[in-house]
C-alpha cells in the first residue's frame, strides 16, 4: 500500500488495530515493506501526530517505528536499533495486557527480525568508527527478545489456539542466532584462529544466562585451553565454579614450565579431553610450557648465551630422561621458529644465543 501521507498511514495502523489484524500491522512495522523507503514516513518527530491517532502504548512503537525509518535513510544504523529497541519495549507493554489472544505475535516476528539485522549492522558501524566493542549492540538485542520471552513463557492460562507461547519457538531461533557465535568461536579455534575463537567463545559466555550453568561450562570448556594459548591462564576459582578442575594442573604446568605435569595431566584426563574435542588443542600448550621451562633456565644462569647442555639437563629433571642433544637442539630450533625465542643456535660452540631485549616474548604477541 502507497501512503501519501504520515497521517494515512497512521489511520490505517488504528483501523489494523481496532480490527486486531495482527499481519497487516506487522507489514506496518516491517522493514521488508516497502513503506519504509516512503520520504513522507521518514520523520525525526513523528510523536505528536502519533499521538492523535494511536492509543498509548501504541503511539510510542509507531513514532520509534518511523523514527527508525528516518535513521534507516540516513544510514545510522546505531540510531535505528535504539529505537528499534523502543519499539519493542512498546509492543511488550500491549503485548502483556493481552489476555486470551495472541493476534499480536506477527507484529513481535517482525520487529525482532529487523532488531537483529539492525544490532548487527550498528555492531559493524560501531567498530568501523572505533566506538564500541564487538557484540555490544546484539548483546542489547538478546535482552529485547528476552522480554519477548518472559511475556510468551509466562501465558500457562490460555486455550492453546490462543497462547502467546506459540512464539516462544521463533524467539529461541533468534536467540539461537544471535548465540550462534559460540559455534563460529569453536569452529575459529580448530581452524586455529584464537584471537577470533577468544572474541566469539568470550561473547557467548558473557552473554549467556548465568543461570544456564550446563551452558556456561561448554562454552568454558573451549573459552579456558584458548585463553591459555594466549597467555591468559584461568583462576582456580573460576575453574571450580564451572567444575572444570580438569584444567586446573594443565595451567598450573604452563605457569610453572613443568612438562612433566602437562603429560601426566594430559594422560589422567584424556578421556574428558579428547570427548571434549580439545585434547590436540591442549597439546599445542607444550610449546608454551617448555618456553617457560627454557625462560626458567636462562634467568637462572643469567647470560645471553645459553649452552643447550642446560635445556637437556633441565628437560631431563623433568621426566624426559631418554631425550638426547640432537633432540633438544629440535625442540629449541622449534621455539625459535614458532617465536616463543628470539635468538639463534650456535652450532659450533652448542649454544643458544638469545636476545638481549625481551628473548621471550609475551605468549599474547605470538598469536
Known amino acids: 500500500m502507497e501512503f501519501h501521507s504520515l497521517n494515512q498511514y497512521l489511520q490505517e495502523v488504528s483501523t489494523a488495530l481496532d480490527e486486531c489484524d495482527g499481519e497487516a500491522l506487522a507489514s506496518f512495522v516491517s522493514f521488508k515493506d516497502p513503506h519504509i523507503a516512503n520520504s513522507k514516513l521518514q520523520r525525526d518527530d513523528p510523536e505528536g501526530s502519533c499521538q492523535r491517532y494511536l492509543e498509548s502504548p501504541y503511539d510510542k512503537l509507531f513514532a520509534a517505528h518511523v523514527k527508525a525509518c528516518f535513521s534507516v535513510a540516513s544510514h545510522n544504523f546505531k540510531d535505528a536499533h535504539g529505537y528499534q529497541v523502543l519499539a519493542i519495549q ?3 507493554k500491549a ?34 568508527t572505533g566506538k564500541g566493542k564487538k557484540g555490544d549492540m546484539l548483546e542489547k538485542a538478546a535482552d529485547t527478545v528476552m522480554s519477548c520471552f518472559r511475556v510468551c513463557a509466562s501465558d500457562g492460562r490460555s486455550s492453546i489456539e490462543v497462547s502467546k507461547k506459540w512464539g516462544m519457538l521463533f524467539l529461541v531461533n533468534q536467540l539461537f542466532k544471535i548465540y550462534f557465535r559460540f559455534y563460529v568461536g569453536r569452529k575459529a579455534m580448530f581452524d586455529s584462529d584464537y584471537k577470533m575463537a577468544d572474541d566469539y567463545l568470550t561473547f557467548a559466555f558473557e552473554n549467556c544466562h548465568r543461570n544456564c550453568k550446563k551452558n556456561l561450562r561448554m562454552i568454558m570448556t573451549y573459552l579456558v585451553p584458548v585463553k591459555m594459548l594466549l597467555g591468559n591462564l584461568p583462576p582456580q576459582e573460576l575453574l571450580e565454579r564451572h567444575n572444570l578442575t580438569h584444567f586446573g594442573a594443565v595451567a598450573q604446568s604452563v605457569r610453572t614450565g613443568n612438562v612433566q605435569l602437562l603429560d601426566k595431566t594430559l594422560e589422567t584426563h584424556e578421556t574428558f579431553f579428547i570427548k571434549t574435542g580439545v ?7 607444550r610449546a608454551v610450557v617448555l618456553r617457560t621451562l627454557f625462560k626458567k633456565v636462562t634467568e637462572l644462569l643469567k647470560t645471553h648465551q645459553v649452552p643447550l647442555q642446560a635445556f637437556q639437563d633441565a628437560l631431563e629433571m623433568q621426566g624426559l630422561a631418554d631425550i638426547d642433544m640432537d633432540e633438544t637442539e629440535c625442540i629449541v630450533a622449534g621455539l625459535i621458529y614458532s617465536g616463543n625465542i628470539k635468538g639463534y643456535i650456535s652450532h659450533q660452540h652448542k649454544k643458544l644465543v638469545v636476545s638481549k631485549v625481551n628473548p621471550f616474548p609475551p605468549i599474547a604477541a605470538l598469536s
Do not use: C, G, H
Request: zero cysteines; hydrophobic letters at 50%; aromatic letters at 14%.
Open 279 to 285: 585434547y590436540l588443542i591442549l597439546e599445542k600448550l
Open 95 to 128: 503485548f502483556q495486557l493481552q489476555k486470551d489472544e495472541n493476534w499480536a505475535l506477527p507484529i513481535m516476528y517482525a520487529l525482532i527480525l529487523d532488531l537483529r539485522t539492525f544490532a548487527n549492522n550498528a555492531d559493524r558501524e560501531l567498530q568501523r
Open 90 to 92: 512498546s509492543f511488550v
